[in-house]
Protein backbone atom coordinates (compact mmCIF):
# COMPACT_ATOMS: atom_id res chain seq x y z
CA UNK A 1 0.00 0.00 0.00
CA UNK A 2 1.44 3.50 -1.17
CA UNK A 3 0.31 6.06 1.57
CA UNK A 4 0.58 10.19 0.94
CA UNK A 5 0.19 11.66 4.18
CA UNK A 6 -1.08 15.03 4.58
CA UNK A 7 0.25 17.40 7.07
CA UNK A 8 3.11 14.51 8.03
CA UNK A 9 6.00 16.85 9.70
CA UNK A 10 3.56 17.87 12.52
CA UNK A 11 3.02 16.38 15.76
CA UNK A 12 0.14 13.85 15.06
CA UNK A 13 1.72 13.23 11.16
CA UNK A 14 4.96 12.92 12.10
CA UNK A 15 4.00 9.94 15.05
CA UNK A 16 1.86 8.80 12.06
CA UNK A 17 4.56 8.05 9.73
CA UNK A 18 7.13 7.01 12.53
CA UNK A 19 4.55 4.19 12.96
CA UNK A 20 3.60 3.26 9.69
CA UNK A 21 7.61 2.81 9.01
CA UNK A 22 8.26 0.83 12.56
CA UNK A 23 5.88 -1.14 13.78
CA UNK A 24 2.41 -1.33 11.85
CA UNK A 25 3.62 -4.18 9.65
CA UNK A 26 4.39 -6.24 12.78
CA UNK A 27 1.51 -4.80 14.90
CA UNK A 28 -1.47 -5.14 12.62
CA UNK A 29 -0.12 -6.76 9.23
CA UNK A 30 0.32 -3.54 7.04
CA UNK A 31 1.88 -4.28 3.86
CA UNK A 32 3.75 -0.55 2.92
CA UNK A 33 4.81 0.29 0.11
CA UNK A 34 6.01 3.89 0.40
CA UNK A 35 4.89 6.74 2.59
CA UNK A 36 4.90 10.02 1.07
CA UNK A 37 4.66 13.08 3.33
CA UNK A 38 3.34 15.83 1.51
CA UNK A 39 3.64 19.20 4.22
CA UNK A 40 4.03 23.15 3.41
CA UNK A 41 6.08 23.68 6.52
CA UNK A 42 4.06 25.93 8.39
CA UNK A 43 4.97 27.12 12.12
CA UNK A 44 4.16 23.86 13.31
CA UNK A 45 5.81 21.91 10.72
CA UNK A 46 8.97 20.46 11.59
CA UNK A 47 11.58 18.14 9.51
CA UNK A 48 13.25 17.73 12.68
CA UNK A 49 10.47 15.44 13.97
CA UNK A 50 11.32 12.44 11.20
CA UNK A 51 14.99 12.83 11.39
CA UNK A 52 14.98 9.13 12.33
CA UNK A 53 13.20 7.79 9.60
CA UNK A 54 14.21 10.40 6.78
CA UNK A 55 17.08 7.92 5.32
CA UNK A 56 14.04 5.29 5.21
CA UNK A 57 14.15 4.67 1.18
CA UNK A 58 10.37 4.01 1.69
CA UNK A 59 9.99 7.26 3.01
CA UNK A 60 9.75 10.52 0.28
CA UNK A 61 9.06 14.13 1.60
CA UNK A 62 7.28 16.76 -0.73
CA UNK A 63 7.34 20.60 0.61
CA UNK A 64 4.04 21.65 -1.13
CA UNK A 65 1.02 22.63 0.33
CA UNK A 66 -2.18 20.45 -0.10
CA UNK A 67 -4.16 23.87 -1.96
CA UNK A 68 -1.73 23.17 -4.74
CA UNK A 69 -3.68 20.86 -6.99
CA UNK A 70 -1.53 20.14 -9.62
CA UNK A 71 1.01 19.03 -7.02
CA UNK A 72 -1.17 16.82 -5.74
CA UNK A 73 -2.31 15.39 -8.72
CA UNK A 74 1.23 14.29 -9.77
CA UNK A 75 2.02 12.63 -6.49
CA UNK A 76 -0.99 10.66 -6.66
CA UNK A 77 0.22 9.25 -9.85
CA UNK A 78 3.67 9.35 -9.82
CA UNK A 79 3.25 6.97 -6.21
CA UNK A 80 0.72 5.39 -7.84
CA UNK A 81 -1.22 5.96 -4.77
CA UNK A 82 -3.64 3.74 -2.63
CA UNK A 83 -4.95 5.57 0.20
CA UNK A 84 -4.93 9.34 1.38
CA UNK A 85 -4.48 9.89 5.02
CA UNK A 86 -5.07 13.54 5.54
CA UNK A 87 -4.07 15.03 9.02
CA UNK A 88 -2.60 18.38 7.48
CA UNK A 89 -4.80 21.78 9.64
CA UNK A 90 -4.37 24.86 11.37
CA UNK A 91 -5.49 23.18 14.96
CA UNK A 92 -4.62 25.86 17.56
CA UNK A 93 -8.27 27.30 18.84
CA UNK A 94 -6.44 30.72 20.36
CA UNK A 95 -4.87 31.28 16.50
CA UNK A 96 -8.20 30.59 14.69
CA UNK A 97 -9.91 33.61 17.33
CA UNK A 98 -7.08 36.07 15.79
CA UNK A 99 -6.80 34.91 12.47
CA UNK A 100 -9.44 32.84 11.43
CA UNK A 101 -8.37 32.95 7.41
CA UNK A 102 -5.83 30.07 7.22
CA UNK A 103 -8.10 27.90 8.97
CA UNK A 104 -10.67 28.61 6.47
CA UNK A 105 -8.43 27.99 3.56
CA UNK A 106 -6.38 24.97 5.04
CA UNK A 107 -8.98 23.04 6.74
CA UNK A 108 -11.83 24.05 4.32
CA UNK A 109 -10.74 24.55 0.96
CA UNK A 110 -7.85 22.36 1.66
CA UNK A 111 -9.99 19.41 2.29
CA UNK A 112 -12.33 20.46 -0.86
CA UNK A 113 -9.17 20.28 -2.97
CA UNK A 114 -7.59 17.07 -1.85
CA UNK A 115 -11.50 15.22 -2.09
CA UNK A 116 -11.14 16.76 -5.75
CA UNK A 117 -7.85 15.43 -7.00
CA UNK A 118 -8.94 12.20 -5.25
CA UNK A 119 -12.16 11.54 -6.98
CA UNK A 120 -10.48 12.60 -10.25
CA UNK A 121 -7.09 10.28 -9.86
CA UNK A 122 -10.04 7.63 -8.99
CA UNK A 123 -12.08 7.59 -12.32
CA UNK A 124 -8.38 7.51 -13.96
CA UNK A 125 -6.53 4.53 -12.22
CA UNK A 126 -10.46 2.50 -12.38
CA UNK A 127 -9.19 0.53 -9.35
CA UNK A 128 -11.19 1.29 -5.95
CA UNK A 129 -11.34 -1.52 -4.06
CA UNK A 130 -9.01 -1.17 -1.81
CA UNK A 131 -8.65 2.53 -2.10
CA UNK A 132 -9.12 4.85 0.93
CA UNK A 133 -9.13 8.87 1.88
CA UNK A 134 -8.66 8.59 5.90
CA UNK A 135 -10.15 12.26 7.03
CA UNK A 136 -8.28 12.74 10.60
CA UNK A 137 -10.79 15.40 12.53
CA UNK A 138 -11.22 16.39 16.26
CA UNK A 139 -13.89 16.06 19.13
CA UNK A 140 -14.65 20.11 19.08
CA UNK A 141 -17.00 19.57 16.07
CA UNK A 142 -19.55 18.22 18.44
CA UNK A 143 -19.36 21.77 20.79
CA UNK A 144 -19.36 21.58 24.21
CA UNK A 145 -21.07 19.17 27.11
CA UNK A 146 -22.62 19.98 30.13
CA UNK A 147 -21.50 18.32 33.50
CA UNK A 148 -23.94 15.34 33.27
CA UNK A 149 -24.13 14.90 29.15
CA UNK A 150 -23.56 11.91 27.76
CA UNK A 151 -20.20 11.57 25.82
CA UNK A 152 -19.86 12.11 22.11
CA UNK A 153 -20.46 9.29 20.13
CA UNK A 154 -20.79 9.11 16.06
CA UNK A 155 -24.35 10.20 16.44
CA UNK A 156 -23.67 13.38 18.11
CA UNK A 157 -25.11 16.55 16.18
CA UNK A 158 -22.46 19.07 15.36
CA UNK A 159 -22.15 22.31 17.53
CA UNK A 160 -19.04 23.99 17.00
CA UNK A 161 -17.83 26.90 18.79
CA UNK A 162 -14.78 28.27 17.30
CA UNK A 163 -13.31 29.17 13.99
CA UNK A 164 -10.86 26.32 14.33
CA UNK A 165 -13.89 24.18 14.77
CA UNK A 166 -16.10 25.36 12.89
CA UNK A 167 -13.86 24.52 9.46
CA UNK A 168 -13.13 20.80 10.70
CA UNK A 169 -16.73 20.75 10.68
CA UNK A 170 -17.28 21.78 7.81
CA UNK A 171 -14.42 19.69 6.58
CA UNK A 172 -16.11 16.40 7.76
CA UNK A 173 -19.86 17.39 6.07
CA UNK A 174 -17.56 17.86 2.75
CA UNK A 175 -16.10 14.08 3.13
CA UNK A 176 -19.58 12.71 4.17
CA UNK A 177 -20.92 14.57 0.72
CA UNK A 178 -18.20 13.14 -0.92
CA UNK A 179 -18.97 9.53 -0.01
CA UNK A 180 -22.78 9.92 -1.13
CA UNK A 181 -22.63 11.95 -3.76
CA UNK A 182 -19.52 10.42 -5.45
CA UNK A 183 -19.39 6.93 -3.79
CA UNK A 184 -15.63 8.06 -2.76
CA UNK A 185 -13.83 5.74 -0.21
CA UNK A 186 -13.71 7.92 2.60
CA UNK A 187 -13.87 7.30 6.14
CA UNK A 188 -13.66 10.01 9.32
CA UNK A 189 -12.03 9.96 12.58
CA UNK A 190 -12.95 12.51 15.40
CA UNK A 191 -10.58 12.46 18.41
CA UNK A 192 -10.06 13.94 22.03
CA UNK A 193 -7.18 15.93 23.18
CA UNK A 194 -3.49 14.23 21.92
CA UNK A 195 -0.23 14.40 23.56
CA UNK A 196 3.17 12.92 23.69
CA UNK A 197 6.43 13.46 21.52
CA UNK A 198 6.72 16.38 19.14
CA UNK A 199 3.77 17.98 20.06
CA UNK A 200 4.16 21.88 19.37
CA UNK A 201 4.86 23.61 22.63
CA UNK A 202 2.06 26.18 22.34
CA UNK A 203 -0.16 23.33 23.70
CA UNK A 204 -1.59 22.88 26.80
CA UNK A 205 1.05 19.81 28.08
CA UNK A 206 4.12 20.40 26.31
CA UNK A 207 4.06 24.16 27.61
CA UNK A 208 3.65 23.21 31.04
CA UNK A 209 6.12 20.67 31.02
CA UNK A 210 8.33 23.57 29.41
CA UNK A 211 7.40 25.79 31.56
CA UNK A 212 8.23 23.98 34.71
CA UNK A 213 11.43 23.23 33.43
CA UNK A 214 13.00 26.53 32.72
CA UNK A 215 11.34 27.52 36.26
CA UNK A 216 8.56 29.75 34.59
CA UNK A 217 4.80 29.86 36.03
CA UNK A 218 2.31 27.69 34.34
CA UNK A 219 -0.88 30.07 32.82
CA UNK A 220 -4.39 28.33 33.34
CA UNK A 221 -7.39 29.59 31.56
CA UNK A 222 -9.67 30.87 33.65
CA UNK A 223 -10.47 28.61 36.72
CA UNK A 224 -8.93 25.40 34.97
CA UNK A 225 -12.46 23.83 35.52
CA UNK A 226 -12.76 22.80 31.79
CA UNK A 227 -13.33 18.89 31.10
CA UNK A 228 -11.10 17.24 28.63
CA UNK A 229 -10.22 13.43 27.60
CA UNK A 230 -6.66 12.91 26.82
CA UNK A 231 -5.51 10.26 24.14
CA UNK A 232 -1.45 8.91 24.11
CA UNK A 233 -0.61 10.08 20.42
CA UNK A 234 0.61 6.58 19.65
CA UNK A 235 -2.63 4.83 20.72
CA UNK A 236 -4.19 7.28 18.15
CA UNK A 237 -2.28 7.01 15.31
CA UNK A 238 -2.54 2.83 16.14
CA UNK A 239 -6.09 3.31 15.73
CA UNK A 240 -6.14 5.43 12.67
CA UNK A 241 -3.98 2.44 10.38
CA UNK A 242 -6.75 0.23 12.04
CA UNK A 243 -9.53 2.12 10.79
CA UNK A 244 -7.51 2.57 7.29
CA UNK A 245 -6.96 -1.25 6.81
CA UNK A 246 -10.64 -2.24 8.62
CA UNK A 247 -12.94 0.36 8.88
CA UNK A 248 -16.04 -0.16 7.07
CA UNK A 249 -16.14 2.86 4.14
CA UNK A 250 -18.43 5.69 4.53
CA UNK A 251 -18.44 5.67 8.56
CA UNK A 252 -17.15 7.51 11.23
CA UNK A 253 -15.16 6.46 13.77
CA UNK A 254 -14.30 8.45 17.69
CA UNK A 255 -11.20 7.77 19.66
CA UNK A 256 -10.68 9.08 22.98
CA UNK A 257 -8.15 7.99 25.74
CA UNK A 258 -10.71 6.77 28.60
CA UNK A 259 -8.95 9.81 30.92
CA UNK A 260 -12.32 12.07 31.18
CA UNK A 261 -14.24 10.82 34.06
CA UNK A 262 -14.37 15.03 35.51
CA UNK A 263 -10.75 15.62 34.66
CA UNK A 264 -10.25 19.38 34.63
CA UNK A 265 -7.61 21.13 33.24
CA UNK A 266 -6.77 22.03 36.73
CA UNK A 267 -6.59 18.80 37.55
CA UNK A 268 -4.15 17.52 34.61
CA UNK A 269 -1.84 20.85 35.27
CA UNK A 270 -1.42 19.11 39.48
CA UNK A 271 -0.84 15.62 37.68
CA UNK A 272 2.09 17.23 35.37
CA UNK A 273 3.46 18.73 38.28
CA UNK A 274 3.62 15.78 40.24
CA UNK A 275 5.16 14.04 37.18
CA UNK A 276 7.68 16.07 36.56
CA UNK A 277 8.45 16.84 39.90
CA UNK A 278 8.99 12.69 39.59
CA UNK A 279 11.57 13.13 37.21
CA UNK A 280 13.43 16.49 38.07
CA UNK A 281 13.46 16.81 41.67
CA UNK A 282 14.53 20.33 41.61
CA UNK A 283 10.85 21.18 40.68
CA UNK A 284 9.95 20.11 44.10
CA UNK A 285 11.26 23.66 45.67
CA UNK A 286 7.68 25.02 44.58
CA UNK A 287 4.31 23.63 45.34
CA UNK A 288 1.10 23.29 42.86
CA UNK A 289 -0.16 26.43 44.11
CA UNK A 290 3.26 28.32 43.59
CA UNK A 291 3.70 27.42 39.97
CA UNK A 292 -0.02 28.00 38.72
CA UNK A 293 -1.13 31.21 38.01
CA UNK A 294 -4.53 31.88 36.57
CA UNK A 295 -5.06 33.87 33.13
CA UNK A 296 -8.06 35.57 31.26
CA UNK A 297 -10.05 32.75 29.81
CA UNK A 298 -10.14 32.26 26.10
CA UNK A 299 -13.22 33.53 24.69
CA UNK A 300 -16.25 31.07 23.71
CA UNK A 301 -13.88 28.23 25.90
CA UNK A 302 -15.98 25.01 25.48
CA UNK A 303 -16.22 23.46 29.22
CA UNK A 304 -16.34 19.73 28.70
CA UNK A 305 -15.58 16.75 25.71
CA UNK A 306 -15.52 13.31 26.64
CA UNK A 307 -15.73 10.64 23.73
CA UNK A 308 -17.65 7.15 23.92
CA UNK A 309 -15.14 5.13 21.76
CA UNK A 310 -17.58 1.75 21.54
CA UNK A 311 -17.65 1.80 18.27
CA UNK A 312 -14.07 1.59 17.62
CA UNK A 313 -13.35 -0.98 20.15
CA UNK A 314 -16.34 -3.09 18.90
CA UNK A 315 -15.68 -3.21 15.26
CA UNK A 316 -12.17 -2.71 15.14
CA UNK A 317 -10.83 -4.03 18.49
CA UNK A 318 -9.20 -0.70 19.25
CA UNK A 319 -8.71 0.64 22.53
CA UNK A 320 -5.96 2.60 24.26
CA UNK A 321 -3.00 0.77 25.55
CA UNK A 322 -1.74 3.73 27.69
CA UNK A 323 -3.87 5.44 30.59
CA UNK A 324 -3.10 9.18 31.40
CA UNK A 325 -0.15 8.13 34.15
CA UNK A 326 1.74 5.87 31.71
CA UNK A 327 1.52 8.39 28.74
CA UNK A 328 1.81 11.54 30.77
CA UNK A 329 5.44 9.91 32.40
CA UNK A 330 6.33 9.02 28.41
CA UNK A 331 6.02 12.16 27.44
CA UNK A 332 7.41 14.23 30.11
CA UNK A 333 10.96 11.43 29.32
CA UNK A 334 10.46 12.32 25.86
CA UNK A 335 10.44 15.77 26.49
CA UNK A 336 13.40 15.92 28.95
CA UNK A 337 15.54 13.25 26.67
CA UNK A 338 14.51 16.04 23.59
CA UNK A 339 15.19 19.36 25.55
CA UNK A 340 17.33 20.40 22.09
CA UNK A 341 14.49 19.80 19.91
CA UNK A 342 12.25 22.11 21.95
CA UNK A 343 14.53 24.50 22.38
CA UNK A 344 15.29 25.09 18.38
CA UNK A 345 11.70 25.70 18.33
CA UNK A 346 11.63 27.83 21.07
CA UNK A 347 15.21 29.61 19.11
CA UNK A 348 12.60 30.41 16.02
CA UNK A 349 9.92 31.65 17.99
CA UNK A 350 11.61 34.29 18.87
CA UNK A 351 13.66 35.08 15.95
CA UNK A 352 10.37 34.91 13.55
CA UNK A 353 12.36 32.12 11.54
CA UNK A 354 10.06 29.88 9.47
CA UNK A 355 7.18 31.28 11.46
CA UNK A 356 7.03 34.66 10.19
CA UNK A 357 6.27 37.41 13.34
CA UNK A 358 3.95 34.78 15.18
CA UNK A 359 3.90 35.58 18.78
CA UNK A 360 5.68 33.28 20.77
CA UNK A 361 3.97 30.76 23.54
CA UNK A 362 6.54 30.40 25.60
Not at 183 to 203: A, D, I, R
Not at 220 to 230: E, K, T
Request: hydrophobic share 35%.
Amino acid sequence: MNILVTGGAGFIGSNLIHYLLREAEAELGLQLGKVVNLDCLSYAGNLANLAEVEADSRYHFVHGSINDRGLVRELLKRHEIDAIMHLAAESHVDRSIDGPDDFVETNFVGTFSLLEEFRHYLSQVKKSSGMRFVHVSTDEVYGSLGKGDAAFSESTSYAPNSPYSATKAGSDHLVRAYHHTYELPVLTTNCSNNYGPFQFPEKLIPLMIQRLLSGQKLPVYGDGSQVRDWLYVKDHVRGLVQVLLSGRVGETYLMGGGAESQLTNLNLVHLLIETVQQEVPSVKDRSAEEWITFVKDRPGHDQRYAINADKISQELDWQPQDDLSSGLTKTVQWYLENRAWAAEIERKSYRGERLGQEKSFF
